[in-house]
């Protein structure tokens, strides 16, 4: 087999696992960025907690992430600057997200990152990516029963028109 022989590691990455790897740190930079602000944003305390849940996943793929591509020779996006703190109070109310809003955010969040995880997996040749992604997968796919339940408990799962009546 040539240059795919052995240990995944050695194996050089194809260019779609390169920008996939590359654009899946960007992506966790982002949200980490984001949810920073929903947390000062946000009035309720499980929705906090959950959001630094998510924060600590997307640090540790960022982490996990920018490793592979550096030791693979690539540079990773730049990290974006920590938000400065902020009162919930001192966010006007016509400027502020609310609970519910960043309760879907999240929810479609972690839907999509469960998209690209299966993206990332199918594309994959190298075995170690593969796993990574799928690892990853895992978590989200975790994560996302946390957030649906939390929508749920807090009554702000807006569900889509339901079958009442089964037809006969």
Known sequence: MGILDGNPKNEPMHYGEIFTVWESSMAAKGLVS???????????????????????????EIKELDKLLTDNGIAPS??????????????PVGARFSDPEIGAK??????????????????????????????????????????????KEKGWLIPPPLLVKKPE
Request: negative net charge; charged residues 25%.
């Open 78 to 91: 730049p990290t974006l600057p920590e938000r400065p703190e902020v009162k919930l109070e001192d966010i």
């Open 34 to 60: 984001c949810y920073q602000a929903y947390i000062y944003h946000s009035g309720d305390g499980e929705l906090k907690e959950m959001l630094g849940e998510l924060i600590d996943q997307a640090r540790l």
């Open 106 to 151: 999240i929810a479609m969040d972690t839907m999509a990152g469960l998209v690209g995880c299966s993206k990332a997996m199918a594309l994959s040749i190298r075995e170690d990516i593969g796993a990574l992604f799928a690892k990853y997968h895992v978590t989200k796919t975790a994560l996302g029963l946390k957030i649906l339940r939390m929508n």
